[in-house]
C-alpha cells in the first residue's frame, strides 16, 4: 500500500489549495482515511477524515475545507479554502483498516494508523 500526496504549496491568506492524496493497493471502501497537518513546534492535528460515508472536521477548519475522493475510492482530497497563516503546517494523508467513524480517524494516535503519505508543505503568507 503507498500514499502519494500532493497538491501544497505557497498561497496568500485568502486563497485556495487543493490536495489530493492517491492510493494503491488499497479503497477506501473498508478503510478510515484522513488529512493531518503538523506545524512547527506543534503536536499533530488531524484536520478532516473520512470514513464508512461519514466526514469530520476539526473545529479550526470547519466550513473552509472539503475533503472528498473520487469514484473509483481511490483519491481523496482536501479543497482548502480561505486559507490562514495559521494552516501552515506540513500535510499528511493516513490510512487504517478500520470500522469506525471518521472523528476516531481523525483522532487516532499516530501508530494506529497504518498507512502515511508523504507530507506536503503548505504555506499561508500574511
Known amino acids: 500500500v503507498q500514499l502519494q500526496a500532493s497538491g501544497g504549496g505557497l498561497v496568500q491568506a485568502g486563497g485556495s489549495l487543493r490536495l489530493s492524496c492517491a492510493a494503491s493497493g488499497l479503497t477506501f471502501d473498508d478503510n478510515g482515511i484522513g488529512w493531518f497537518r503538523q506545524a512547527p513546534g506543534k503536536e499533530r492535528e488531524g484536520v478532516s477524515c473520512i470514513s464508512n460515508g461519514n466526514t469530520y472536521y476539526a473545529h479550526s477548519v470547519k466550513g473552509r475545507f472539503t475533503i472528498s475522493s473520487d469514484n473509483a475510492r481511490t483519491t481523496i482530497y482536501l479543497q482548502m479554502n480561505n486559507l490562514k497563516p495559521e494552516d501552515t503546517a506540513v500535510y499528511y494523508c493516513?490510512?487504517?483498516?478500520?470500522?469506525?467513524?471518521?472523528?476516531?480517524?481523525?483522532?487516532?494516535?499516530?501508530?494506529?494508523?497504518?498507512?502515511w503519505g508523504q507530507g506536503t508543505l503548505v504555506t499561508v503568507s500574511s
Open positions: 493516513a490510512a487504517v483498516t478500520a470500522w469506525t467513524t471518521a472523528q476516531v480517524i481523525c483522532d487516532m494516535p499516530s501508530y494506529e494508523l497504518e498507512w
